[in-house]
């Protein structure tokens, strides 16, 4: 109980050091403030939002996938099992390399306590980072939409109506899908999705009384028929942001990406020009150059679809050694502190 109450303390005052960091007014205290608090703190103690419809999302929409018995028995022994294993190997070891009289002290602290303190402070630095990368993203997410507008629809500040109702129905389709396909509407998506609503003037909208409009994954891939070649870039760019800010793309994510690019393709390439590029790594690269704390800009998201920006971002961004090491370590980090072993390689992180 105690390391709870010591960990969320961490977290909030985490939350106050980076809206100080960025120079966030909170105060005095007002709607939109109280708003961008809350997100931070929510994000600093990873709570997702409450199920249901929310601003025309529903993140129940996702169709839930099948149980393993196989798999959901290994992860219960594996979340049971990895503190006494390690404890079983201290002591082993305490055993071994101390006397008689002295092993018999040691090894119940090292066999207990040793074992649990390694778990926790691994957990711990795992929340941490996580909670790190949601609490830079609420900032984050409004600026790099900001950018994105700025580049692909460079006139609608001057010129609202210029940008069609169903492109601004597309782009907030790049985050409502995103959000459901990430199965939550953590406080990054949230902000982000509230940020562009406002930005588009979308607010009394109807499409977002109910669910089933913005966060239709169909209508998402249809629709790019109706939109420019620079709008639908701006759409790919907003929702390639939503899987940066939560810091990693999963494979179902990474797939519905294709699709999209695929989509864009057949729409506005030809035999001449591509205008898309199925890049596997550019993705996580920016995810992870994300979770080490470098800004995401606008040229960042183009390199996971643009020609020229990915070979750009291969050519300078690109560090195998170095990328391939912290994925390594990412990975093997999820791995040992999640409750569920398979969720690095099976749909997850």
């Given amino acids: 109980m105690f390391e709870l109450v010591l960990l969320m303390y961490t977290a909030v005052r985490s939350c106050v050091m980076v809206s100080k960091a960025v120079d966030l007014r909170l ?14 703190v929510r994000a600093a103690l990873d709570m997702g939002e409450k199920e249901g419809v929310m601003m025309g999302v529903d993140t129940e929409r996702a169709p839930e996938e099948e149980g393993n018995i196989v798999q959901t028995i290994i992860a219960a022994v594996w979340f049971k099992g990895k503190a006494a294993i390690t404890g079983m190997v201290f002591a082993s070891l305490t055993m071994n390399n101390f ?9 119940p602290y090292a066999a207990g306590a040793g074992a649990a303190a390694i778990w926790d402070a691994m957990t ?61 509407m953590f406080p990054t998506m949230q902000i982000l999705l509230r940020h562009a609503i406002q930005y588009l003037s979308m607010k009394k909208s109807p499409k977002l009384a109910t669910s089933g409009v913005i966060d239709s994954e169909e209508d998402l891939i249809k629709d790019f028929e109706g939109i420019s070649l620079a709008e639908s870039r701006a759409v790919l760019c907003v929702h390639m942001l ?59 998201l183009m390199g996971c679809f643009d020609p020229e920006q990915n070979a750009a971002m291969r050519k300078d961004a690109y560090k ?23 969720v690095a390689c099976r749909d997850g992180d």
């Avoid at 105060?27 to 931070?40: C, I, S, Y």
């Avoid at 195998?320 to 398979?342: G, N, Q, S, Y």
């Fill in 27 to 40: 105060v005095p205290l007002n709607e939109d403030r109280a708003f961008v608090a809350t997100m931070l």
């Fill in 99 to 107: 006397p008689f009289e002295d092993a018999t002290f040691i090894k």
């Fill in 124 to 184: 711990t630095h795992a929340i941490m980072r996580r909670a790190e990368v949601r609490a830079i993203g609420v900032t984050t997410g409004p600026e790099v939409f900001n950018e994105i507008m700025d580049r692909f629809c460079p006139d609608y500040e001057s010129n609202p109506t210029g940008l069609s109702e169903l492109a601004r129905v597309q782009i907030l389709r790049a985050i409502g899908v995103a959000i459901v396909k990430h199965g939550s």
């Fill in 242 to 300: 939503c899987y940066v800010l939560d810091g990693s793309i999963s494979w179902s994510e990474l797939k519905l990406w294709h699709t999209m690019l695929d989509r864009v393709e057949k729409l506005h390439g030809s035999e001449k020009e591509q205008v898309t590029f199925k890049a596997m790594l550019i993705p996580d690269v920016v995810c992870q150059q994300f979770r080490y704390n470098q800004p995401v800009t606008t040229d960042m």
């Fill in 320 to 342: 195998p050694v170095t990328h391939w090491w912290r994925e390594f370590t990412f990975k093997v980090l999820i791995v040992l502190t999640a409750e569920d072993p398979f």
